[in-house]
């Protein structure tokens, strides 16, 4: 089995090497065995690792959810009820942002449309809401 240093392990899994310490320190990589000039080497697993953690945040999940998922895997009792609890939970927060999103692009259309072309900044309805939202 062939090892990897930290910065070969950051150019194969395609993130930097601040993320491969980042990753490090958050306990989402299995602590690395050292090679004896005390360098840390990282197995293929970790490469797999860091692309699972990447894909998951690409589907909105955060570090942390991210591992509470593979603390998943490597529990005996933890079944696949558990994990899909955990993506129905992300998918209701997903459904939710959508909603806020939708909410806001009303509110912008609306003000978009009062707005008139020829009027001084200074009388603006859209500034004028940001402003009302302030005080």
Not at 26 to 31: A, V
Not at 113 to 118: A, K, L, S, V
Not at 128 to 135: A, E, M
Request: proline share 3%.
């Amino acid at each position: 089995m062939k090892l990897l240093t930290r910065g070969k392990l950051a150019k194969q899994s395609g993130v930097n090497f601040a993320t491969v310490r980042y990753y490090e320190k958050l306990g989402l990589l299995p602590e690395p065995a050292r090679s004896n000039a005390g360098y840390r080497m990282f197995s293929n697993e970790s490469i797999k690792r860091i692309r699972f953690i990447k894909q998951a945040q690409e589907l909105g999940f955060s570090l942390k959810e991210i591992k509470e998922l593979l603390e998943l895997r490597v529990t005996p009792e933890a079944t696949t009820s558990d994990v899909r609890i955990h993506a129905n939970k992300k998918i209701a927060e997903i459904s939710d942002k959508i909603k806020r999103l939708q909410e806001m692009k009303h509110s912008l259309k609306v003000l978009v449309g009062i707005c008139c072309d020829e009027a001084s900044a200074g009388e603006c309805p859209i500034l004028d809401n940001l402003d009302s939202k302030i005080n």
